[in-house]
Nanobody
């Protein structure tokens, strides 16, 4: 699977952005897609994940109720809608994928081993 992230940019605090992650390669029903971010001087952290098969999701507490992960199975694309952005959301955002043997495998914040290139999100205060 290959992943291509896009949609980053500069936005004012309180604003919104939507990131896209176009996936190519195969049927994705055995995959979970995720978004991670890395701020300058910090470790990469989990943001959100979605089970491709049924759209079930999990989120980091820091973004819950502000960010929404979704997928369009007809376009093989995952999205991260980011609302009410804060300066602390500034980071390079990465999309990622993890293969699961079962289509109904439990969602996880770890185990992602396919990565796209990052897209910069900068929130000005």
């Amino acid at each position: 699977v290959q992943l291509q992230a896009s949609g980053g940019g500069l936005v004012q605090a309180g604003g919104s952005l939507r990131l896209s992650c176009a996936a190519s390669g195969q049927n994705f029903n055995h995959y979970h897609m995720g978004w991670f971010r890395q701020a300058p001087g910090k470790d990469r952290e989990f943001v959100a994940s979605i089970r491709w098969y049924d759209g079930d999701t999990i989120y980091a507490e820091s973004v819950k109720d502000r960010f929404t992960i979704s997928r369009d199975t007809t376009k093989n694309t995952a999205y991260l809608q980011m609302n009410s952005l804060k300066s602390e959301d500034t980071a390079v955002y990465y999309c990622a994928a993890r293969f699961t043997s079962s289509m109904r495998a439990s969602l996880s914040r770890t185990g992602f081993n396919k990565w796209g290139q990052g897209t910069q999100v900068t929130v000005s205060s």
